[in-house]
Nanobody, 115 residues
Framework: QVQLVESGGGLVQPGGSLRLSCAASGRMLVINGMGWYRQAPGKERELVASCTSGGRTNYADSVRGRFIISRDNAKNTVFLQMNSRKPEDTDDYYC?????????WGQGTQVTVSS
């Protein structure tokens, strides 16, 4: 069983920054890809950014140049540094981990961009 613990969500003003963290734990866990998705009410969950075990990253066009995904493989943790936040970045953000135990989702953390 894989457990994900997300943290870092909250309220931020437009133009501000916020950092999300997601720590994975589990016995005999080998992690491949890690990423962040977001979902607005009534909409499908969409990829924000992902990072392979080798460090290859992928970003949604809407966040490229503003968000940075990174990993601490020793701690099985993925981070999402969100800069230059816009009101349209307001969503629930979900961590996703692809591992030897399959695909696992975090519980989600709410991020609100508002003045």
């Amino acid at each position: 069983q894989v457990q994900l613990v997300e943290s870092g969500g909250g309220l931020v003003q437009p133009g501000g920054s916020l950092r999300l963290s997601c720590a994975a734990s589990g016995r005999m866990l080998v992690i491949n890809g890690m990423g962040w998705y977001r979902q607005a009410p009534g909409k499908e969950r969409e990829l924000v950014a992902s990072c392979t075990s080798g460090g290859r990253t992928n970003y949604a066009d809407s966040v490229r140049g503003r968000f940075i995904i990174s990993r601490d493989n020793a701690k099985n943790t993925v981070f999402l540094q969100m800069n230059s936040r816009k009101p349209e970045d307001t969503d629930d953000y979900y961590c996703n981990v692809n591992s030897s135990r399959g695909n696992t989702w975090g519980q989600g953390t709410q991020v609100t961009v508002s003045s």
